[in-house]
């Protein structure tokens, strides 16, 4: 995937409800027009990534972008886990990612206890992935501390710091 790492940033939004309440582990949800711009060599799929909820600190995360198979979905959508325990909601806060590896194709389970399982693989191959000096670098990027919401993927500079997409720096 020669996109990554991919940068990007949004509004978190309520998703479908199902991240803690039914699993668990609790997701924060970018807008439409974050997800319709992901560049098209970015497969859905579960990856691993840096995340920082506005001017905070930069955390591990993992990302499932696609169509969540075993709930079926009819909407593609990018459900960030960020992997730290946050003592609020943060609905409506800026969140910035960096997409830094692939860990798998999505797929479907035959048992909740089977999905919830994977997550959490998921979370210790995002962890141990990140300890990579090739990916722990990315922590520390610019992008993190930088206050420009510019998209170059878009020409027009009106873009909302609510949707704006940004790719690279």
């Known amino acids: 995937m020669k996109s990554l790492p991919y940068f990007c940033r949004g509004e978190v939004i309520r998703g479908f409800g199902r991240g803690s309440k039914e699993l668990g582990i609790p997701t924060a949800n970018f807008p439409d027009s974050v997800v319709d711009n992901l ?21 591990k995360m993992v990302m499932s972008i696609g169509w969540n198979p075993y709930y079926k979905n009819t909407k593609k959508s990018m459900e960030t886990h960020v992997i730290h325990k946050f003592k609020e909601d943060f609905y409506g806060e800026i969140l910035s990612v960096v997409l830094v590896g692939y860990i798998r194709s999505e797929r479907s389970y035959p048992s909740l206890e089977d999905l919830i399982a994977a997550i959490n693989s998921d979370i210790e191959e995002a962890k141990a992935q990140l300890e990579l000096p090739e990916h722990s670098k990315l922590k520390d990027d610019n992008f993190f501390t930088s206050t420009t919401t510019s998209s170059p993927v878009s020409p027009s500079s009106t873009v909302s710091t609510s949707q704006s997409i940004i790719n690279g720096h």
């Not at 560049?39 to 955390?59: E, H, L």
């Open 39 to 59: 560049p098209a060599d970015i497969s859905t799929g579960i990856y691993y990534g840096w995340a920082c909820v506005g001017n905070g600190d930069v955390y």
